[in-house]
């Protein structure tokens, strides 16, 4: 028996390639639900700050893990009821989810939940391994990328627009070093998968970024879209 699962768009790529964005508006046009993977693992590092569990104590970060109850509606995370989609957005819970993100169990026990998101009428998905381990089977894999330079400078610009006083030596210091955290870990690490549209957005803007992506989509699943 074949089993027909809903259309899965996946595009993942490193910290501030404009993935999220991209997979925000094409959900939107789409009428698709949206999963930020990345706010998962945003959620469980925002549960052991606030547990006080230390960020190598992996047995007690596994216990979390299993127990976390985390729901994500119309873009919004809750935790236990309680909205945190702003306080998951901090540099911290950047780092920290970063670290996190390279146990194998962590890993494990957050897949399910991830892949009991996907429904009809179809799922746009971004993070690390959407289209390499979370839905291998995805019709459509897009791996959007930046030079590091021009993601520092966004993520800078994203956080003076929210009065945050930044400098951009440090920020581009902690994207290398999630980049690398999550490109060299052992397990899904951050590669693109063997049958993903690479796409380096570098000197594009989101409008020409998403007509790339939607032409594509139109390529795979015919011209129909609001
Ligand atoms: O996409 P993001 O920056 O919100 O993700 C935060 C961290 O979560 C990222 O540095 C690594 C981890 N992550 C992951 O390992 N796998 C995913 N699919 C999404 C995020």
Do not use: C
């Amino acid at each position: 028996m074949i089993v027909e699962l809903p259309p899965i768009i996946t595009i993942d790529g490193p910290t501030a390639s404009g993935k999220g964005t991209i997979a925000r508006i094409i959900s939107n046009k789409l009428g698709w639900l949206l999963l930020d993977s990345g706010s998962i693992y945003r959620a469980l590092a925002f549960a052991i700050i606030n547990s006080d569990i230390s960020v190598s104590d992996f047995d007690s970060i596994e216990t979390l893990a299993s127990n976390l109850e985390i729901s994500i509606n119309d873009g919004n995370v809750y935790l236990g009821g309680f909205d945190i989609s702003e306080k998951i957005r901090t540099e911290e819970i950047s780092r920290v989810s970063s670290v996190i993100a390279s146990d194998y169990n962590v890993r494990k026990i957050l897949l399910d939940k991830q892949r009991s998101l996907l429904s009809y009428p179809g799922l746009v998905a971004d993070g690390r391994d959407m289209g390499t381990i979370v839905f291998p089977y995805a019709a459509l894999k897009i791996f959007l990328t930046a030079d590091i330079s021009i993601r520092a400078q966004r993520r800078y610009n994203q956080l003076i627009n929210k009065g945050n006083v930044v400098n951009i030596t440090s920020i581009m210091d902690n994207i290398r070093e999630r980049d690398e955290r999550d490109a060299d870990r052992l397990y899904s690490p951050l590669i693109p998968a063997s049958d993903a549209h690479i796409l380096d957005n570098s000197v594009l803007d989101i409008e020409q970024t998403l007509s790339i992506i939607l032409d594509l989509y139109k390529y795979k699943f015919g011209p129909s879209y609001n």
